[in-house]
């Protein structure tokens, strides 16, 4: 009788470890993504997501760095089922690399990296910038040129103390990589003061910098020119599957 209640508790063991039965190994449902915060928010919390199926239940822990996070210490880390909840993200103690483990007696599943990071973007520096002198009828790039930052920029330019941006056309061209305003023949109504706007919509900001001044040069008009590419895109762009690419191309010429 005894030697049968053996058989009866030891065999899902033996055929768990045979890979089948009522035991199995952790398995993740819900793997941590990539987070980015804006370094200036208020936000109170954070939630990393991590779930796991397997028998029996498995239990959870997490990796900062390649560090285990220790949930008895502070309350700034919590687990919440297998997630991690961050109170309070802070740039300088919670940015990272995160991943979510998941453990049972059958053995331990790691999940997927997760980077957090914080978006930001300083102020231009606000030293005056010098004129641009250009020929009715040349083509002229000015540079905008953005300060130090973290996340996608966005770019346009306003003129003089005209509220709405410049608006392209087969003229005028902002480049929504460098942000450089290309203008491929200048006419004398462009004349006046130029100032680039960079968006950081990550870190919820936007800067304007110092303006730049086009002025005309007196020494005449310039004569046809053949055309010049001067945004090009590049040779491989990397894209993810049902996306949205725009390949930059624009040529200065008259
Ligand atoms: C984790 O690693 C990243 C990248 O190396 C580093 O920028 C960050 O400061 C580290 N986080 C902590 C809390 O040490
Ligand atoms: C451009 O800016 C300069 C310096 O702020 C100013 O003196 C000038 O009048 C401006 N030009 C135009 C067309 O607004």
Redesign the pocket.
């Known amino acids: 009788m005894r030697l049968l209640w053996k058989l009866v508790i030891l065999l899902p063991l033996i055929t768990a470890c045979a890979g089948d039965g009522p035991f199995s190994r952790p398995v993740f449902t819900q793997e941590p993504q990539d987070v980015t915060l804006p370094l200036a928010s208020s936000q109170s919390e954070v939630t990393l997501r991590c779930a796991a199926n397997g028998y029996p239940p498995p239990h959870f822990r997490w990796r900062q760095n390649g560090t285990d996070l220790d949930f008895s210490m502070s309350s700034h880390h919590r687990l919440d089922g297998g997630n991690l909840a961050i109170s309070s993200p802070r740039w300088d103690q919670d940015t990272g690399t995160y991943q979510c483990l998941a453990t049972n007696p059958l053995g331990t599943a790691l999940s997927r990296k997760a980077k957090l990071q914080f978006a930001y973007i300083e102020d231009f520096e606000t030293k005056t910038r010098s004129a641009v002198s250009v020929r009715e009828g040349q083509g002229v790039v000015l540079l905008c040129g953005p300060p130090p930052h973290f996340g996608d920029l966005s770019y346009a330019w306003t003129f003089?103390d005209n509220p709405l941006h410049v608006q392209e056309d087969n003229r005028r061209f902002v480049s929504q990589e460098t942000g450089n305003l290309y203008i491929a023949k200048v006419e004398p109504s462009d004349v006046?003061?130029y100032t680039c706007f960079v968006t950081n919509r990550e870190a919820r900001r936007s800067v304007r910098g110092p303006?730049t001044?086009l002025v005309q040069r007196p020494d005449g008009v310039m004569g046809e020119y053949e055309p010049k590419i001067e945004v090009r895109f590049p040779d491989t762009v990397q894209a993810t599957k049902d996306s949205s690419v725009k390949l930059e191309c624009f040529a200065l010429g008259k």
Do not use: I, V
């Open positions: 003089n006046g003061n303006p001044p």
